[in-house]
């Protein structure tokens, strides 16, 4: 499976875990790493929000953004 998305690239988390501390204010992360796949055959990154650090998200957790700012 290859990747959707870019380094660099803006998306945002599809069903956010609303008890999250990790979750940004605004939703907006941007793709700082592509990851292999895992067992299951799906792809995963690396992503980034200001002020809160890095998290890996499965390429099924996350959507485009609709207007790259």
Do not use: C, W
Not at 15 to 24: G, L, T, V
């Amino acid at each position: 499976m290859s990747h959707k998305y870019k380094v660099h690239q803006l998306v945002r988390i599809i069903h956010p875990n609303f008890s999250d501390k990790r979750a940004s204010s605004n939703g907006i992360y941007q793709v700082t790493r592509l990851m292999p796949a895992d067992q299951a055959g799906e792809v995963s990154y690396r992503i980034k929000s200001a002020g809160f650090g890095e998290r890996a998200v499965r390429e099924s957790e996350i959507a485009a953004q609709a207007s790259q700012i």
